[in-house]
């Protein structure tokens, strides 16, 4: 099993990924243009484990940004498809991301954010030195409309 960065998206890896995404989210609608955007926007790396195949098994995304208290790295889309878990796959994943965070971009802080009830994914983040914060998560979305931005909150 390799894991490797995408920097292009072949048709099959999109359908790989589409799978993925939706075995992460039922909530998000996952598109091929959305994919084609993750590979080619600066500052976004997506990783893929691809198993002897080729078929993408795994993926996560480490999205940079600086800020005036430092330079981050928001780790996102942390998912293993279902039928490759219990293989080591997310901590090589998530392994590749923090080699390529130190090799590449130097001093920065990585964040990630998890459900408690991923218990699993939650040791695992742990065991990488990720140290959990008390902290309130905040998401506003701001979806185009025709005419405006619609926008909506949850805590």
Do not use: W
Request: net charge neutral.
């Amino acid at each position: 099993m390799d894991i490797t960065q995408l920097h292009t998206l072949s048709e099959a890896q999109i359908a790989d990924l589409l799978g993925l995404m939706r075995e992460l989210t039922a909530e998000t609608k996952v598109t091929a243009e959305m994919l084609r955007r993750t590979v080619e926007t600066p500052g976004t790396h997506l990783f893929a484990a691809v198993d002897n195949a080729g078929r993408i098994v795994g993926c996560a995304t480490l999205g940079v940004y600086c800020s005036p208290t430092g330079y981050k790295g928001a780790v996102e889309d942390v998912v293993v498809a279902q039928t490759h878990r219990g293989q080591g796959l997310g901590r090589k994943l998530l392994e590749a991301i923090i080699d390529f965070a130190g090799n590449e971009l130097g001093d920065v802080d990585l964040h990630l954010t998890s459900r408690p009830q991923r218990v699993a994914a939650n040791a695992l983040y742990q065991s990488l030195g990720f140290e959990r914060r008390e902290t309130n998560f905040y998401r506003l979305k701001i979806r185009r409309g025709r005419d405006k931005a619609i926008v909506s909150s949850y805590a």
